[in-house]
């Protein structure tokens, strides 16, 4: 049987007076590869924050690994690559070797040594996303799909079971996503990571991946990409609360 590793149920949530969840029940299995697609505002950040156990429910239970999100210990098992990842300028004083070895801490913990082999495993971690070549450049100096691909492998490196994405496509050009999905592919089939792709934009969920959710204050569909495909323009539009198309 499918293992789950992140349930929800029915989850709701407010910052203050501002309602963002409402009673969603929604979960990611093992192997999964899920692009999780909302318009701005409609709650993917607040999600993830639940999931991280950054905020609590208000009503409702979040499991990890099949434990709730309160007593659940281990968060190296899962990677987190922010929006704001790949904005470094190109002054920034750190090379990717630097960069990606620092996300070792999430496994060793911050005061421990690093490992003898800490080298050897940065570059087993680069070459996962293509950029072995890049071990000794400064990470302000790559361009931002190379920089997004750089803080992956920093996830990576702390060899997590699930991969949260928030908006990594965002500073790729658009002949380049398609290998960051190749990319993506191979950690999701070869790799076995559970990959979770957020984003707001409906151009980004290719057919390379395996399920949709669609967020906005609840979840309105949750299943197979190819019945996310089936979907009309018009029930989208309904869920975004303005006018979206679908083109894959
Ligand atoms: N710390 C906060 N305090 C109060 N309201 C907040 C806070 N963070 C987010 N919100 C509000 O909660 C709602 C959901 O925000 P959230 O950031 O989760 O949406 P999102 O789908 O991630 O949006 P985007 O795609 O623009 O990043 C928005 O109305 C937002 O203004």
Known sequence: ????????????????????LHNISFSVSEGDFLALLGPNGSGKSTLLKLILGIEKPLTGEVNLFGVSTNSFVNREWIGYVSQKSNAF?????????????SGLTKKVG??????????????EALKSVGMEDYLSRNIGQLSGGQQQRVFIARALIAEPKLLILDEPTVGIDHENVQSFYDMLVRLNEEQKKTIILVTHDVDTVSNRISHVACLNQTIHFHGYKKDFDAISNEQLNDWYGHSVRKIH
Not at 110 to 123: A, D
């Open 110 to 123: 911050l005061f421990k040594r690093m490992p003898k082999n800490s080298k050897e495993l940065v570059i």
């Open 1 to 20: 049987m499918t293992k789950s590793l992140i349930e929800l149920k029915n989850v709701s949530f407010q910052y203050e007076h501002t309602k963002v």
């Open 89 to 101: 300028n190109s002054s920034f004083p750190a090379t990717v070797e630097e960069v990606v070895k």
